[in-house]
């Protein structure tokens, strides 16, 4: 039985990180007989995780291969990712489409991304390549079909319009794109992403989702109403460069990210953990936010005197939490208690291997590009068919709005590090 805080005090960062990511993978059944590969089980009833989650997870994996040179479960990230992408290479397979929502789509879009940029092992050359894949979720994305002009334009957050939830949009799903459109244009060199990420973060301070006074990222609104009635609900996830304008915004959305989601220096979520609301989806955002901020320092060094003392306080907390269950070990939610709280999960140990596993940010390569040694193909012609649907709206509920929520958080962490690409890239 490993004490994970002392393992974490003794500096060995490396098998702290080994023994969480098995520990999260115990709730993986994908690769046993009769089970699907790439996600977790569910979705609810059948289980509680949903299709997202799973292209969490192998990004988080994929991080954790990088930062620590652990090859461990790169075979089975590889077959997870492939076998999830769809018959067009889009990630849209069609046994998800009662629950596809852009956000949905653009998390696997950028797990691929994130294989490209950090140099994955490239999949065998008859199947879809880490850029490409990345390609065809944005051009879906972009298609005239995915945006209309309700609220002055943005994608809604459902892409079928039988599914609840059409007629809202929100900051998970625009943030994703902006998310993707930066990178991309970063990777490839090609200002047609850059622009539609300007465009996008336009939009969203023109409909009020992003306040542009304190950069607080709200999670949406229903286009019944022109999107004038705000879910003003924020999640750490909606909040995760050499133009000074994109440094100014890089800088006031840090800001706001770390007075908001990690008072005393412990990540938290204050939309739903206070309360005791966190749902399965909202209690794996922590995880994301100590990722982005860590590869945000990277990119933005300046950003690292004060965003890295704040991701070592947080994690130093995570851990310290880690010593329910059997083994003794296993992690729950709430980091600032210095208690493990009985709730565990795949979302619960994720967030402590991405946290744990960015400790080691200071020693790892810059993601590449095209240009600087990158080896994943692409496609721009990928995502030649967005599933534009003409069927009547199906009016979106308090529950679809907080399902919504619960991908938001992560916008704030998402768009920190897009604003990053966005600089390196003008």
């Not at 993978?25 to 007989?33: D, K, P």
């Not at 996600?39 to 620590?68: K, N, Q, R, S, V």
Request: net charge negative; proline share 6%.
């Amino acid at each position: 039985m490993a004490n994970l805080a002392l393992l974490l005090l003794l500096g060995d960062i490396k098998k702290t990180a080994a023994t969480v990511a098995w520990d999260m993978l115990q709730y993986y059944h994908g690769n046993e007989s009769g089970q699907t590969p790439g996600i977790l089980p569910g979705p609810p009833p059948a289980g509680d995780y949903y299709w997202w989650e799973g292209g969490a997870m192998w990004g988080t994996l994929i991080d954790y291969w990088y930062l620590t040179g652990d090859t461990t479960y790169n075979d089975l990230t590889m077959q997870a990712i492939q076998f999830q992408t769809g018959p067009d290479d889009d990630f849209q397979p069609p046994n998800v489409t009662l629950s596809l929502g852009n956000d949905d789509q653009g998390f696997w879009g950028m797990t691929a991304m994130l294989a490209a940029e950090e140099k994955f092992p490239d999949p065998p050359a008859d199947k879809p390549q880490w850029l490409a894949l990345a390609q065809g979720v944005f051009n879906t994305q972009a298609s005239p079909e995915r945006h209309d002009d309700t609220c002055g334009g943005g994608l809604r957050w459902q892409i079928p319009p039988t599914n609840p939830g059409y007629s809202y949009k929100n900051s998970i799903a625009n943030g994703c794109f902006f998310n993707l459109g930066a990178r991309l244009a970063r990777y490839t060199g090609n200002t047609t992403y850059s622009d539609w990420a300007e465009k996008t973060w336009d939009w969203m301070i023109s409909v009020g989702f992003l306040n542009k006074d304190n950069y607080a990222i709200y999670d949406g609104a229903d286009v019944s109403n022109n999107c004038t009635q705000i879910n003003k609900a924020e999640f750490s996830y909606n909040n995760a460069t050499g133009s000074d304008t994109w440094k100014n915004r890089l800088e006031k959305l840090v800001d706001h990210g770390l007075e908001t989601f990690f008072p005393d220096g412990i990540a938290y979520e204050p939309s739903c953990e206070g309360v005791g609301t966190c749902t399965t989806d909202m209690v794996s955002f922590k995880g994301y936010i100590h990722r982005w901020y860590s590869t945000m320092t990277q990119l933005a060094p300046f950003m690292a005197p004060k965003v890295l003392p704040v991701l070592k306080t947080s994690t130093e907390a995570a851990i310290k939490q880690c010593t329910g269950g059997a083994l003794g070990r296993q992690c729950g939610f709430k980091w600032n208690t210095g208690k493990y709280d009985g709730r565990t999960g795949a979302g619960q140990e994720m967030n402590v291997v991405g946290a744990v596993s960015s400790l080691l940010i200071g020693d790892a390569a810059v993601p590449v590009t095209g240009d600087s040694g990158g080896t994943s193909k692409g496609n721009p012609n990928a995502g030649s068919k967005p599933n534009s649907f003409q069927r009547p709206e199906t009016p979106v509920t308090a529950g679809d709005k907080a399902g919504a929520g619960i991908v938001t958080i992560i916008i704030i962490g998402s768009l920190c590090t897009a604003l990053t690409w966005m600089s390196i890239g003008a």
